[in-house]
């Protein structure tokens, strides 16, 4: 399947998120044999220290949002574009987590927020999914606080000899059939696996966090290079 272009691609994804929204979580669980959760503790612990309202952009079911809160009990704004992903994971919060996590639906490339008005944000599987990623890092750094820290989660491709023909055999041909016979989607998880394969190394994405104006950027691979989480700060002064 051919990866969708620039324009078609937003269509495609918001349609794509909002077929499969109702499984999305038990998938997550179940391809990542729960791993994800220990990414996502991960990725918050990355901000810690954080003050102020954290932005979650690419919140989907808001799972990112509630840890985040869970974590540092701050405030946490949740934007996705895909409002049945938005809808489906705020009927879920609890009376306490709703008070603290606002759902926003809204593009991520063109946030409808305020200059410098983030402590820190995240991003969990979302950088892959946006049409044009560096406006959305840019968008991501100009809400930021300077001194702000920025946590995005992304998968990544294994480099491991034989681990990684696994993997890939694994991405290919497993995933998008256990994925597409639960969610009933099929071409979602052929295109989960094709967008991994054909997104930036790990090395590019540190590159636009750098051209965007993010300073001590780094990153680190997690269980053998599947995912990785990288780390940015917004300088403290900047020529905004
Ligand atoms: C793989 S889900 C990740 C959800 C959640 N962060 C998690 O950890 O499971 C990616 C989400 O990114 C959202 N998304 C993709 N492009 C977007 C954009 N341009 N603006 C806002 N949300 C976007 C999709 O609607 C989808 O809900």
């Avoid at 934007?79 to 609890?94: I, K």
């Amino acid at each position: 399947m051919p990866l969708p272009n620039r324009e078609e691609k937003k269509d495609f994804v918001q349609e794509k998120f909002s077929s499969v929204t109702a499984r999305y979580d038990f998938l997550n669980s179940l391809l990542s044999l729960g791993i994800d959760r220990l990414w996502r503790y991960s990725t918050v612990k990355a901000l810690s220290g954080v003050t102020g309202p954290v932005l979650d952009v690419c919140a989907g079911t808001l799972p990112l949002s509630r840890e985040i809160f869970r974590q540092t009990k701050e405030p946490v704004v949740a934007l996705d574009f895909c409002y049945d992903m938005l809808r489906f994971g705020a009927q879920r919060l609890s009376a306490l987590e709703r008070r603290s996590i606002h759902p926003l639906c809204a593009d991520g490339e063109s946030l409808p927020l305020a200059s410098s008005s983030f402590g820190g944000f995240s991003v969990a599987f979302g950088i892959r999914n946006l049409a044009d990623l560096p406006r959305g890092l840019s968008e991501m750094f100009r809400v930021l606080r300077p001194g702000g820290k920025g946590a995005i989660l992304e998968f990544s491709r294994p480099t491991l000899p034989v681990f990684k023909d696994l993997y890939r055999f694994y991405l290919h041909r497993v995933l998008p059939r256990i994925g597409g016979a639960i969610s009933g989607d099929q071409e979602a998880y052929v295109y989960l696996a094709e967008s991994i394969q054909g997104f930036f190394s790990q090395h590019e994405v540190c590159n636009m966090l750098k051209e965007s104006g993010f300073v001590k950027v780094g990153y680190m691979p997690m269980t053998l290079g599947i995912v990785t989480l990288y780390t940015c700060t917004k300088p403290q002064v900047t020529d905004e």
